[in-house]
């Protein structure tokens, strides 16, 4: 069932924001709060500098071209229902071709949902990290994240990369938050950004299943029957998930599977 109403409005399963540092209702631990919130902002603000840098000026080059070359030659039915053997993201080539024919395609628009996915992830995913661990830690990831060169490459580089990867923490957070508390919206959000990760790029579907093979491994070595009781639960959302990865996916998998083995 989703229940979990009192379960879920008390954190994620883990130590509450900063349980791991401090005792929690002291001094300490406001203090400690602050701490991170000042240090998280000071790190996404320079974050964002680092990933804002000359971006105008960085002309389209390499595998970005993949879209534009199909979005030039074809229309929405064949972007929709093919892979291509250039290997473009099905719903960022949709995005392109809709802005190409309404507000007009530049470098800057092709960027804008890495860039926003990008300088997103700066924020929320160090937050979520720090319901599941300590404010050390999640302060530590923030910066560790905002000064990535990895992190800040894919955020402005016209690829899926870093949307898929802010949908996949996102997807994996919601089963964790779901396995630990309960709640529909939980399981709901996993199968939302799991699916939209996978349409984004396929190799984003292994971790996005992975929290079902954590689950199955737990319950296997678990005595407790809350957790068993989720068995139920666990296979409506992966049943969910693939109709929804069926559907997103279904139509080119059928009309050009064999792309996806030609590359």
């Known amino acids: 069932g989703g229940g979990g ?3 879920a409005a ?3 399963g883990g130590p509450s924001v900063g349980g791991g540092d401090f005792p929690p209702g002291g001094s300490g631990a406001f203090h400690g709060h602050v701490w991170f919130f000042l240090g998280l902002a000071v790190a996404v603000v320079l974050g964002a500098v680092l990933r804002l840098y000359q971006l105008p000026a ?105 949307p898929g990867l802010f949908l996949t923490f996102l997807a994996c957070s919601c089963f964790h938050a779901w396995w630990q508390c309960g709640g529909r919206l939980y399981m709901a959000g996993h199968i939302v950004c799991a699916g939209l990760a996978i349409y984004s790029h396929l190799f984003f579907a292994p971790a996005c299943l992975a929290p ?38 279904g139509v080119p998998l059928m009309v050009d599977g064999g792309a996806l083995f030609s590359k």
């Open 58 to 162: 960085q002309i389209i080059s390499d595998d970005e071209w993949h879209a534009l070359l199909i979005l030039l030659g074809h229309g929405y039915g064949y972007i929709l229902s093919h892979f291509g053997s250039c290997d473009y993201c099905i719903p960022l080539t949709v995005f392109y071709k809709l802005a190409s024919q309404t507000t007009g395609l530049g470098e800057i628009t092709m960027r804008l949902p890495m860039l926003v996915a990008g300088l997103l992830s700066l924020a929320v995913m160090p937050v979520i990290l720090s319901r599941v661990s300590s404010l050390s830690v999640a302060g530590l990831f923030a910066w560790l994240l905002a000064l990535s060169p990895l992190h800040i490459y894919f955020s402005r580089y016209a690829r899926p990369y870093m």
């Open 212 to 249: 079902y093979v954590f689950a199955a491994l737990q319950l296997l070595v678990s005595r407790e029957s809350r957790q068993k009781g989720r068995v139920v639960g666990a296979v409506v959302s992966a049943l969910l998930l693939a109709g929804l990865c069926l559907l997103f996916l």
């Open 10 to 12: 008390g954190g994620w």
């Open 5 to 7: 109403g009192g379960a």
